[in-house]
């Protein structure tokens, strides 16, 4: 029996995905569970694993091209039917098909057609074009969705070319371009009057040395699509406050070796910052909302979203239901998402539905960052290193354990004035920990 190798469904909303590396060669044995290939979608990098045994006798769909879920990737020789696993058609796992040894090599399957342009809908109003209210009912993902709230576009007017129909990325790109085309002589109402030259446009600026071009991989591609949409949507506004960690620091001095061997995590400071941001999130409300048109959606759970650096690039996991996890729970699952995004293992639901973000360049050395908002957050906090720096405290220097938190806020829905207010109640809650909280 020969095995088929298809593209897996990573979450519900995601219909598409990247091949970024076969990890394997046509010609290699592989072993049942045994990573095979890595995929990234918008969502989150992965390492899939094979399906069966055998040996890895085709490789359909090279580095680099994105494919439809379902679409078959690779052939797997020599697999007995014993291999076979029911668990593995399950959504988040790479998908198993047997079929027999006679049939011919098996092609990528075609995309369908498109489908008959659906009849003529009732014009959407401006507020649901805007928050995507009219693309509910239509097959598609959340960042064509995105993208059509950017634009303003009414989804009903456009022809999938995807699976079954599905709006995909590219069918928004080529319709914006054919609305902001300029018309046709022939289509124009009336002549238009003569106009002024336009001034000459400047040369290209060019690098004349060596260089080396290097596209960007999805994840790169999907980090610069966010960020740029962020600055784009959300006014940013930063506000800086230090902090005295000395009785953090004292704290966790004390208890950090005790803290690794029960848990079997070890203790930084991150957690210390995460349960003071959730505990002051549910004094502040507005700080675990989002913008939907001219409304604000005041979120009820706080799920934090923590950024965590790869080799290549920026991803943010989100422990779900922050507000109700002790110091301890926040370390255990910091450290747990840490690990699995590092190692790949990250799931679609692990990057999804955060409420507000914290990230932290002082792990790095740097005093404090302006960081960009995680769309749709309104704020997002930014931890600076801890370093000991004289001080005046009651009119005498003295050395303390300082740190610089940086706040990034959404200007459209929080002031200035309450952005501060929420600083200094967190700078109270740190500065203020003295004894151990579990």
């Not at 990737?73 to 079929?99: P, R, Y």
């Not at 996991?317 to 590092?342: C, F, Q």
Request: proline share 9%; hydrophobic share 40%; aromatic share 6%.
């Amino acid at each position: 029996m020969t095995i088929k190798v298809t593209m897996p469904q990573m979450g519900e909303s995601i219909f598409e995905g990247t091949i970024t590396k076969w990890l394997k060669k046509v010609g290699d044995r592989v072993v049942r569970d045994e990573p095979l290939f890595e995929i990234s979608t918008d969502k989150v990098d992965s390492e899939i694993p094979s399906p069966a045994s055998g040996v890895l006798s085709q490789i359909l769909v090279p580095e680099g091209k994105t494919v439809q879920i379902n679409t078959v990737l690779a052939i797997i020789n020599g697999a007995g039917a014993e291999e076979k696993d029911e668990s593995m058609f399950h959504s988040g796992d790479v998908a198993a098909q047997e079929i027999p040894e006679e049939e011919p090599p098996a092609k990528p399957e075609p995309v369908p057609e498109a489908e008959e342009p659906p009849p003529p809908r009732e014009a959407p109003k401006p507020s649901e074009v805007a928050t995507g209210i009219q693309a509910q009912d239509i097959r598609t993902s959340p960042l064509v969705r995105r993208l059509a709230r950017e634009h303003n576009i009414d989804l009903s007017r456009i022809q999938g070319t995807g699976l079954e129909g599905r709006i995909t990325k590219e069918d928004v790109l080529n319709y914006l371009e054919r609305i902001e085309a300029p018309p046709r002589a022939e289509e124009r109402v009336a002549p238009t009057p003569p106009s002024a030259p336009a001034p000459p446009q400047p040369e290209p600026v060019t690098f004349a040395g060596e260089s080396e071009v290097v596209p960007m991989t999805p994840m790169r591609k999907a980090i610069a699509e966010h960020m740029v949409a962020s600055k784009r949507t959300s006014a940013h506004v930063h506000t800086i406050f230090e902090i005295d960690m000395t009785p953090i620091v004292n704290l966790r001095q004390k208890h950090k070796s005790d803290f690794e061997r029960r848990e079997g995590v070890p203790l930084t400071y991150s957690p210390f910052f995460a349960k003071a941001l959730v505990d002051n999130v549910r004094e502040f409300p507005v700080f675990n909302a989002s913008v939907s048109g001219d409304e604000i959606v005041y979120k009820k759970p706080v799920n934090l979203g923590i950024a965590v650096a790869l080799d290549t690039g920026l991803i943010v996991p989100v422990i779900k239901n922050a507000h109700l996890k002790s110091l301890t729970g926040l370390a255990v699952a910091m450290y747990d998402l840490a690990e699995r995004a590092r190692s790949k293992r990250l799931k679609p639901d692990d990057v999804q539905n955060g409420t507000i973000s914290m990230t932290n360049p002082g792990s790095f050395g740097a005093l404090f960052g302006t960081p960009i908002i995680s769309q749709p957050q309104v704020a997002i906090l930014g931890v600076g290193g801890i370093e000991k720096r004289p001080v005046v405290i009651n009119d005498a220097i003295a050395i303390r354990s300082m740190v610089y938190l940086s706040l990034a806020f959404d200007h459209r829905v929080i002031d200035g004035a309450v952005a501060d207010q929420f600083m200094a109640r967190l700078k109270e809650r740190l500065q203020s920990w003295t004894s151990w909280i579990d």
